[in-house]
T-cell receptor
């Protein structure tokens, strides 16, 4: 069964450092997303990406965050200068369409900021 | 205002019994979709079941069924014949809108932790 793959599974970084989280969505999917989940809390929407541009972003997705689809297969989330409160599980997801289509999630990348 | 509300932080159920996890939602859109995901302790998000706002019949997928009550804006998940492996966090989520501006994002509820007792 096709899956969304994310790397790294866990990253520890110092506050102020840049972090890039990588995702390979399912190959025929057109919509891509990043979500985050602070430990024990609900899953929060960060950004959606379609047709090589951001289609929607949340208040959380400020200037410190950016996304890219550099080569037609990878989909990356960059945090420019990490803060302690960025510590969370980050999930990448993709879907074929935006209607009834299911979002398939990756296994997540746990980010710990010290 | 919360768009998706799950009022049960934690639930217990005896193995082989059925359990209902509550979800209410708030939207002014006529076209929307409701999803349930399971998150085991390993952390991944597993899709369980989908209900469209125009679907006349309640969705079913194996032991999972969705009790969709549109007038009450509720979309409760029913798990029949609970198994030990059903112990997990369960999230209800909604996707609004069916038009061209739809970005496809899901809005999640707070989640319900289900523990199945042997």
């Amino acid at each position: 069964e096709p899956e969304v793959t994310q790397t790294p599974s866990h990253q520890v970084t110092q506050m102020g450092q840049e972090v890039i989280l990588r995702c390979v969505p399912i190959s025929n999917h057109l919509y891509f997303y990043w979500y985050r989940q602070i430990l024990g809390q609900k899953v929060e929407f960060l950004v959606s990406f379609y047709n090589n541009e951001i289609s929607e972003k949340s208040e959380i997705f400020d200037d410190q965050f950016s996304v890219e689809r550099p080569d037609g297969s990878n989909f990356t989330l960059k945090i420019r200068s990490t803060k302690l409160e960025d510590s969370a599980m980050y999930f990448c997801a993709s879907s074929e369409g935006a209607g009834a289509n299911v979002l398939t999630f990756g296994a997540g990348s746990r980010l710990t900021v010290l | 205002a919360q768009k998706i509300t799950q009022t049960q932080p934690g639930m217990f159920v005896q193995e082989k019994e059925a359990v209902t996890l509550d979800c209410t939602y708030d939207t002014s859109d006529q076209s929307y979709g409701l999803f349930w995901y399971k998150q085991p302790s390993s952390g991944e998000m597993i899709f369980l079941i989908y209900q469209g706002s125009y679907d006349e019949q309640n969705a079913t997928e194996g032991r999972y069924s969705l009790n969709f009550q549109k007038a009450r804006k509720s979309a409760n998940l029913v798990i029949s014949a609970s198994q030990l492996g059903d112990s997990a966090m369960y999230f209800c989520a909604m996707r609004e809108g069916g038009g061209s501006g739809n970005t496809g994002k899901l809005i999640f509820g707070q989640g319900t932790t289900l523990q199945v007792k042997p």
